[in-house]
């Protein structure tokens, strides 16, 4: 135990005389802990934490990957592929197909670049989850051909109507594809 504490008043009085060689010392240990601190936030949030689903544990992810076809580098899955699934697979209770992507909207009369999701209305049942206001999809309106209709996320609904707290059932996207939308 002594010894650590020499060595320790010895590394103290070997920094306060040399403070450049102090300060880049400080400077690399604290940058050294932020990349540590924000490596482990990440992991700890992606990997880690469960999803806030419940029975998140028994959702498995399934995507085609073509990396020859020049297809990208992403996780997705084709609408024909999903359906060769949900006709052969007996495996899953339930199955779901989705995909984020940009889109534009106009949002009083001014156009604006959105996050959204195009998804089977079996995604709410495959999560076990209903959205806060309003209903989920119909089987009905995920059959091809089917006019497409909108589920607004609390933000965008509160950006667009100002009705934070009931059933929507307005129109919202563009002049050229107007979409009914609910919750």
């Known amino acids: 135990m002594g010894s650590l504490f020499r060595n320790l008043r010895y590394a103290v009085r070997s920094l306060s005389a040399d403070k450049g060689f102090t300060l880049v010392v400080i400077l690399t240990i604290a940058i050294c802990i932020a990349a540590n601190t924000a490596t482990f936030a990440l992991v700890n949030s992606v990997l880690l934490r469960p999803l ?16 020859k076809a020049g297809a ?11 359906y060769d699934r949900l006709r052969d697979v007996s495996a899953f209770s339930d199955q779901a197909l989705f995909r984020t992507s940009g889109r534009n909207i106009e949002i009083q009369g001014t156009p604006q670049r959105v996050t959204s999701m195009i998804a089977t209305p079996s995604l709410f049942r495959l999560l076990r989850v209903s959205p806060a206001y309003g209903r989920a999809f119909s089987d ?16 965008m609904s509160r950006q667009l109507f100002a009705l934070p707290r009931q059933p929507l059932d307005a129109t919202c996207g563009s002049a050229a594809n107007p979409m009914p939308s609910w919750g």
């Open 52 to 67: 806030p689903v419940p029975d998140a544990r028994s959702i498995l992810l399934m995507a085609n990957r073509y990396p």
């Open 140 to 155: 009905a309106e995920g059959e091809p051909g089917a006019a497409q209709v909108v589920i607004l996320g609390d933000g």
């Open 72 to 82: 990208g580098v992403g996780y997705n899955s084709a609408s024909g592929d999903y």
